[in-house]
């Protein structure tokens, strides 16, 4: 049983101080089995030279110009623990974890610079994971969602591939999809898919001019000033259900509940370089029958950010839907994180990070 350092302290200085609705949600309904043809390269989004002294908005690492300029694409992933390993998922620069229904998180991994050929398993949007995918001009891809989704799909006009429709982007697992309750848990894409579904929708390729992540890196690796220690943190989303990170060598190792999150295509647990916890209102939709969320992400909250081993108190804005979520330290300065890939976890402000 890995050991939970307390946090208490912080919690308390913050305290103070995604078509149409006829694609149905059930995905009993869709039953494309066989894995399609992936071609050897993926077509070149941004038909651009590479060059070395381009930086990733995402991670403020080095890469090419195509690879910068190039729309990220956000993947909604099971994280049921039936779902796991998941595949591709240690490519994602960025991943959203949230309660959906039945107290089970999902994530939303926000690819920008990847090339893995397996990426899932895919799962069905809800209204707020729009919200992690506009603010990164990223193409939403899911496998069905929610009514209420596909109506503010529809309304905000997000480019999006639906594996409820898209019999040629999404395929399902053969070792999975005939096991008894495993059907859900296996609905798989990959890079070159999603390109080529790209190309034929003449969804735009490049990113749109002047977006800018709300995030900003140090040069080097660097423990934030008036750091707590925090060499492992867990974040309760629900009774039972939670995620650890272990810090290790500069990087947080991934955990759900105590065991090692893996990405089953590199056999290697996640990691991370910064782990950043947004409180932001969190709550069962009135009268949902089935146990729907709602999230209030525009706005403004409190937050922790855990990196090189220590934690510091935060507050994020975030002006419109499609608007970067700003980070700040409690003083009103920027905050800054190290370089390389983010776990963010989104919890109600009254969650007890430990």
Not at 1 to 30: E, G
Not at 189 to 216: C, M, S, V, Y
Not at 239 to 254: I, V
Request: glycine residues 10%; proline residues 7%; contains cysteine.
């Amino acid at each position: 049983m890995l050991k939970r350092a307390l946090l208490s302290a912080v919690i308390l200085f913050i305290c103070s101080a995604c078509s149409s609705s006829q694609y149905s949600d059930n995905p009993s309904t869709n039953r494309s089995a066989v894995q399609p043809d992936i071609p050897d390269e993926a077509p070149d989004p941004a038909q651009a030279g590479e060059r070395p002294d381009f930086v990733d908005p995402l991670t403020g690492l080095q890469a090419g110009e195509s690879t910068v300029n190039c729309r990220p694409v956000a993947v909604v992933i099971n994280n049921h623990h039936k779902a796991l390993p998941q595949s591709g998922i240690g490519q994602a620069a960025i991943c959203y974890e949230v309660l959906a229904e039945g107290n089970i998180t999902r994530i939303v991994a926000i690819f920008h610079d990847f090339n893995t050929q397996k990426i899932g398993p895919v799962r069905s949007a809800r209204p707020y994971f729009l919200d992690f995918a506009m603010e990164y001009d990223a193409i939403l891809v899911h496998h069905g969602g929610s009514p209420q989704a596909y109506d503010d799909i529809e309304e905000s006009g997000i480019a999006d591939l639906d594996g409820m429709k898209l019999f040629d982007t999404f395929w399902r697992d053969p070792e999975r999809v005939n096991i008894p309750g495993m059907f859900e848990h296996s609905s798989y894409t990959g890079e070159a898919l999603i390109r080529l579904a790209q190309e034929k929708f003449e969804f735009r390729p490049a990113i749109r001019g002047g977006l800018n992540p709300g995030f900003l890196f140090y040069e080097e690796p660097t423990v934030p000033d008036g750091a707590i220690g925090a060499e492992f943190v867990f974040v309760p989303f629900a009774a039972d259900y939670g995620s650890g990170f272990e810090y290790k060598d500069g990087l947080y190792y991934k955990y759900l509940e105590d065991e090692p999150q893996i990405d089953a295509e590199t056999g290697s647990q996640l990691s991370v370089s910064n782990v950043l916890i947004q409180y932001a209102p969190v709550n069962l939709i009135p009268g949902d029958k089935a146990g729907r969320r709602e999230a209030a992400l525009t706005g403004g909250g409190g937050g922790l950010l855990v990196t090189r081993g220590g934690c510091v108190p935060a507050h994020w804005i975030k002006e419109s839907q499609a608007a970067p979520t700003r980070w700040y330290s409690l003083d009103g300065g920027d905050l800054y994180f190290n370089k390389g890939k983010t776990w963010i976890c989104v919890v109600s402000p009254e969650t007890s990070v430990i």
